[in-house]
């Protein structure tokens, strides 16, 4: 009786968090980043209580939500696993990941996102805790990029360094964020163009 009451309590939390999150994901992408924790807790049906129990602080909530959404990729990854992939072939592969990862809700959370960062620039704690997150999924995208072939413009062949990896990683965070942000304000944006835009960031491991 015990164990089944503890699952309880643990499922019950687990709902809890969960509608806690659907709350904030609206509620700041509607109002930005200032709504109050009392407007997400009632929007969830629940206490503020809920919110410092579960997540500890209104800034833990936003920046849990930011490390959800950057880790839904994590579970396309393994089609750039393939050590054979050149550097080209492999950002072609993390794109395919992307796409399949975010289709259709890319300038929602891109949105959200943007709330979050214009909040962070006017706090300290938000901005730290958010440039961990950030920093931390450019270091997951950077490990796939690493050892990848290149060719350079004499012929010669080589591997991409780890700074190079890092480099292109950040410049396709950067790239799809920005298309991911003109979608909430001209949508139908050209994902062959998105395309073409990461494909041309192999040119920075042959360009040092």
Same mark, same amino acid.
């Given at each position: 009786?015990?164990?089944?009451?503890?699952?309880?309590?643990?499922?019950?939390?687990?709902?809890? &968090?969960?509608?806690?999150?659907?709350?904030?994901? +609206?509620?700041?992408?509607?109002?930005?980043?200032?709504?109050?924790?009392?407007?997400?807790?009632?929007?969830?049906?629940?206490?503020? /209580?809920?919110?410092? !129990?579960?997540? /500890?602080?209104?800034?833990?909530?936003?920046?849990?939500?930011?490390?959800?959404?950057?880790?839904?990729?994590?579970?396309?990854?393994?089609?750039?696993?393939?050590?054979?992939?050149?550097?080209?072939?492999?950002?072609?592969?993390?794109?395919?990941?992307?796409?399949?990862?975010?289709?259709?809700?890319?300038?929602?959370?891109?949105?959200?996102?943007?709330?979050? +960062?214009?909040?962070?620039?006017?706090?300290?704690?938000?901005?730290?805790?958010?440039?961990?997150?950030? !920093?931390?999924?450019?270091?997951?995208?950077? &490990?796939?990029?690493?050892?990848?072939?290149?060719?350079?413009? /004499?012929? !010669?062949?080589?591997?991409?360094? =780890?700074?190079?990896?890092?480099?292109?990683?950040?410049?396709?965070?950067?790239?799809?964020?920005?298309?991911?942000?003109?979608?909430?304000?001209? =949508?139908?944006?050209?994902?062959?163009?998105? &395309? &073409?835009?990461?494909?041309?960031?192999?040119?920075?491991?042959?360009?040092?």
């Amino acid at each position: 009786m015990e164990d089944l009451m503890r699952l309880t309590r643990a499922e019950a939390k687990a709902a809890n &968090r969960a509608a806690l999150l659907d709350a904030a994901r +609206i509620l700041v992408s509607q109002d930005g980043a200032s709504v109050s924790v009392e407007a997400i807790a009632s929007a969830a049906g629940l206490t503020t /209580g809920a919110i410092y !129990s579960i997540f /500890g602080s209104k800034n833990d909530l936003l920046v849990t939500l930011i490390n959800e959404n950057l880790a839904r990729i994590h579970g396309f990854l393994d089609r750039i696993e393939d050590p054979s992939l050149t550097l080209e072939q492999a950002i072609d592969a993390f794109l395919e990941a992307w796409f399949a990862a975010y289709q259709g809700d890319t300038a929602a959370q891109d949105m959200f996102a943007l709330q979050v +960062i214009l909040a962070a620039a006017e706090d300290e704690s938000l901005t730290t805790k958010l440039t961990a997150a950030t !920093s931390a999924e450019n270091r997951a995208i950077a &490990r796939h990029l690493v050892d990848r072939v290149v060719t350079e413009s /004499g012929g !010669s062949v080589r591997r991409t360094t =780890p700074a190079e990896a890092a480099d292109i990683a950040l410049a396709i965070q950067a790239i799809l964020s920005g298309f991911s942000l003109r979608e909430n304000f001209s =949508p139908g944006q050209s994902t062959d163009l998105m &395309r &073409r835009a990461c494909a041309s960031l192999a040119g920075l491991a042959t360009t040092r």
